[in-house]
């Protein structure tokens, strides 16, 4: 290999690694979500907000960004009992947001269940369960299920997503076969 070919070869190694750290800094990160697409946090226009979560491939870092009219919502982040029968007499929320433009950042796996706590709004769909999935080739065991716990209850009716595929690999993957077939 003559000593252009050897340059070009490292500034595309060179670019390779570059890029490689950009996607790893991005995902590590994390996405943002915004609940329900573009209606947002709202009771008009009918937005199946389970269905909104499903679609969507939560990992721990990333942020959902609830949008509202504080005016006629809120958002309760609560256990699996109160999420289900959507009575906020039932117990404590475990938090309550009421700005409008409340951000949070899923720092845990499992299911994090939000309502909106105006009467008759979660009776009426404003409820979601965003599941934190945990990236891996292998099956965690499900947690056992008690009283005092109710937040991190794996439900026996929520959905189970699979893991999806880390993009980071296939580039570090891309990498090795670039470099193998460089001949370095």
Not at 108 to 121: E, K, S, V
């Amino acid at each position: 290999m003559s000593l252009v070919q050897r340059n070009n070869v490292a500034v595309l190694l060179i670019i390779t690694v570059m890029m490689m750290m950009k996607m790893a800094i991005i995902m590590a990160d994390g996405a943002v979500y915004k609940v329900g697409g573009f209606p947002g946090w709202t009771s008009i226009g009918n937005v199946d907000y389970n269905n909104w979560a499903a679609s969507n491939n939560f990992q721990v870092g990333d942020t959902i960004i609830f949008e509202y009219n504080a005016q006629y919502h809120n958002v309760m982040k609560v256990p699996y009992k109160m999420y289900k029968s959507c009575n906020v007499s039932e117990g404590t929320p475990l938090e309550t947001f009421n700005t409008g433009n409340d951000s949070i950042k899923l720092n845990r796996y499992g299911h994090n269940w939000f309502i909106c706590g105006f009467p008759g709004h979660c009776q009426n769909g404003l409820k979601v369960d965003v599941n934190v999935i945990r990236v891996s080739t292998t099956k965690p065991p499900t947690p056992s299920r008690t009283d005092d716990d109710d937040d991190d209850v794996q439900c026996p009716d929520c959905p189970n997503k699979a893991s999806p595929f880390i993009a980071s690999f296939g580039l570090i993957g891309l990498a090795i076969l670039f470099l193998a077939l460089a001949g370095f």
